[in-house]
T-cell receptor
Framework: GAVVSQHPSRVICKSGTSVKIECRSL??????MFWYRQFPKQSLMLMAT?????????EQGVEKDKFLINHASLTLSTLTVTSAHPEDSSFYIC????????????FGEGSRLTVL | GENVEQHPSTLSVQEGDSAVIKCTYS??????FPWYKQELGKRPQLIID?????GEKKDQRIAVTLNKTAKHFSLHITETQPEDSAVYFC?????????????FGKGTHLIIQP
């Protein structure tokens, strides 16, 4: 199957700093990528849809200035958590559908962010 | 928008028994229903999916059924094994899972008792 790689897998940062998470489709091009947030023992909550070459579409309640998304190429989308605070600590995971495929989403490994 | 309800939140079964997880959806336009298995701290993995033109699909010990009229779909795992222990998520999409992504259920923690 298709491969989506996410980096870093774990990051610990101080409150007030910014953290960038990368999501790459390794063997296919992804015009769209999705970013999710997952709290312990909870479901994946869609944060935003990343669109190559255009602005991301954010879900209701997600702060655009807080969670900056850039999709500069067909294989890379980045999520930057700006001025991170302890409440931003979570598991962030991306996914991408393969164009022309049957509709399956391919997920990255996820990134666990801990803000001290 | 789409709303997906999943039950139960926790399911404990004896090894070798069957497990059934049920989901309902609200958007009658939804046409793609995947099931994902997620082990602790890992990425969700697709285990089976079904489209709205099919009522049932089976892959070895795993099967999914879809009732479009009632807007519900279920995951059936037979002859459960310890490695089946994980969190299972159902999802629904009105665009085949592509451009608009998926709406996920809240998940079911399946525990296989030895």
């Amino acid at each position: 199957g298709a491969v989506v790689s996410q980096h870093p897998s774990r990051v610990i940062c101080k409150s007030g700093t910014s953290v960038k998470i990368e999501c790459r489709s390794l063997d296919f091009q992804a015009t769209t990528m999705f970013w999710y947030r997952q709290f312990p023992k909870q479901s994946l909550m869609l944060m935003a849809t990343s669109n190559e070459g255009s602005k991301a579409t954010y879900e209701q309640g997600v702060e655009k200035d807080k969670f900056l998304i850039n999709h500069a190429s067909l294989t890379l989308s980045t999520l930057t958590v700006t001025s991170a605070h302890p409440e931003d600590s979570s598991f962030y995971i991306c996914s991408a559908p393969r164009s022309g495929g049957p509709g399956e989403l391919f997920f990255g490994e996820g990134s666990r962010l801990t803000v001290l | 928008g789409e709303n997906v309800e999943q039950h139960p939140s926790t399911l404990s079964v004896q090894e070798g028994d069957s497990a059934v997880i049920k989901c309902t959806y609200s958007d009658s336009a939804s046409n793609y229903f995947p099931w994902y298995k997620q082990e602790l701290g890992k990425r969700p993995q697709l285990i089976i999916d079904i489209r709205s033109n099919v009522g049932e699909k089976k892959d070895q010990r795993i099967a999914v059924t879809l009732n479009k009229t009632a807007k519900h779909f279920s995951l059936h795992i037979t002859e459960t094994q310890p490695e089946d222990s994980a969190v299972y998520f159902c999802a629904a999409s009105a665009s085949g899972g592509g451009a608009d992504g998926l709406t996920f259920g809240k998940g079911t923690h399946l525990i296989i008792q030895p």
